[in-house]
């Protein structure tokens, strides 16, 4: 099956969100979605999460799933606002609960922040399959970007989240608390084992040196000839090599201070005061 996907760019996270709908029904899911925030002032708003909501509204969609790829570090979700607006089944693996038990030491978030995922409508392990109208999908475990990756493989398109990028961009950072760039390299190899002709579906795109325009639809096939990283057999000593080289260079993510506060809890903003005022913790020295 071939469904219809329907991409929405962020220009602010370079984030692709997607809306994956049946090809000739009206079930969808919704995959990655963004609530915008201005770090500065401290400010949301939700005109990214709007457009999707607009889309899947004006094409009349019954949405059965908001899924998250991960707990993304970059942007912060908007599953609970679309799923009030529209419904749906906020889903992410099962490993989340390593993500909540990591950062809720972090945060020091005590003992009133429940470490099981329960913050989630469904918890997907390895394996695992799930309806969308007549649309199968399909969930791999792909771990070393976070502990919790998955990849949905939904007939012909596989979304990645962070996993891999486009491939003159290469792969995911590996050196969160729980990533690994060996893990990761195998996780690769169970998306590059999917048929060549597979549709993948990145979760960010940032341009690579010498491309002039965002993408983030490519093939198992071109992944696997052409991805600078991992591509034409590339070992996993030398990925391994590479990748933690590059890492040891990069400065964390401008939003992931508030980004995994928020995405630990499926969206949610931390619990408000008496005053009803929500606040957002800054670390010291912990990341």
Same mark, same amino acid.
């Given at each position: 099956?071939?469904?219809?996907?329907?991409?929405?760019?962020?220009?602010?996270?370079?984030?692709?969100?997607?809306?994956?709908?049946?090809?000739?029904?009206?079930?969808?899911?919704?995959?990655?979605?963004?609530? =915008? %925030?201005?770090?500065? +002032?401290?400010? /949301?708003?939700?005109? #990214?999460?709007? &457009? *999707?909501? @607009?889309?899947?509204?004006?094409?009349?969609?019954?949405?059965?799933?908001?899924?998250?790829?991960?707990?993304?570090?970059?942007?912060?979700?908007?599953?609970?606002?679309?799923?009030?607006?529209?419904?749906?089944?906020?889903?992410?693996?099962?490993?989340?609960?390593?993500?909540?038990?990591?950062?809720?030491?972090?945060?020091?978030?005590?003992?009133?922040?429940?470490?099981?995922?329960?913050?989630?409508?469904?918890?997907?392990?390895?394996?695992?399959?799930?309806?969308?109208?007549?649309?199968?999908?399909?969930?791999?475990?792909?771990?070393?970007?976070?502990?919790?990756?998955?990849?949905?493989?939904?007939?012909?398109?596989?979304?990645?989240?962070?996993?891999?990028?486009?491939?003159?961009f290469g792969t995911?950072?590996? =050196? %969160?608390?729980?990533? +690994?760039?060996? /893990?990761?390299?195998? #996780?690769?190899? &169970? *998306?590059? @084992?999917?048929?060549?002709?597979?549709?993948?579906?990145?979760?960010?795109?940032?341009?690579?040196?010498?491309?002039?325009?965002?993408?983030?639809?490519?093939?198992v096939g071109e992944?696997?000839?052409?991805n600078i990283h991992?591509?034409?057999?590339?070992?996993?000593?030398?990925?391994?090599?590479?990748?933690?080289?590059?890492?040891?260079?990069?400065?964390?993510?401008?939003?992931?201070?508030?980004?995994?506060?928020?995405?630990?809890?499926?969206?949610?903003?931390?619990?408000?005061?008496?005053?009803?005022?929500?606040?957002?913790?800054?670390?010291?020295?912990?990341?």
């Open positions: 099956m071939t469904p219809f996907v329907k991409a929405f760019f962020d220009p602010a996270t370079f984030t692709v969100s997607y809306v994956v709908r049946e090809p000739h029904g009206k079930a969808c899911a919704i995959i990655d979605s963004v609530l =915008d %925030f201005d770090h500065a +002032s401290g400010r /949301t708003n939700t005109e #990214s999460a709007d &457009k *999707i909501i @607009a889309y899947v509204q004006a094409e009349e969609l019954n949405v059965e799933w908001i899924l998250e790829s991960h707990v993304h570090a970059d942007h912060l979700s908007a599953a609970p606002y679309i799923q009030e607006k529209v419904g749906g089944k906020i889903g992410i693996g099962d490993h989340i609960t390593i993500v909540q038990d990591t950062f809720g030491k972090v945060f020091n978030e005590g003992t009133e922040f429940q470490r099981d995922g329960s913050q989630f409508d469904s918890l997907f392990k390895e394996g695992d399959s799930f309806m969308i109208g007549q649309m199968r999908g399909d969930v791999l475990h792909t771990p070393g970007h976070t502990p919790a990756c998955l990849t949905y493989v939904i007939g012909d398109a596989a979304f990645v989240g962070d996993t891999l990028f486009m491939p003159d995911a950072r590996c =050196d %969160f608390p729980g990533g +690994s760039s060996e /893990t990761l390299y195998n #996780s690769i190899q &169970k *998306i590059l @084992a999917l048929p060549d002709e597979t549709r993948i579906f990145v979760g960010h795109d940032y341009k690579a040196p010498g491309r002039d325009e965002y993408a983030w639809e490519t093939t992944q696997k000839a052409l991992v591509g034409a057999g590339k070992s996993i000593e030398d990925f391994v090599s590479m990748r933690d080289a590059r890492d040891a260079t990069l400065a964390m993510p401008r939003l992931i201070l508030p980004s995994l506060q928020v995405n630990m809890r499926a969206g949610q903003m931390p619990p408000a005061d008496e005053q009803g005022d929500v606040f957002l913790k800054i670390p010291v020295n912990k990341l």
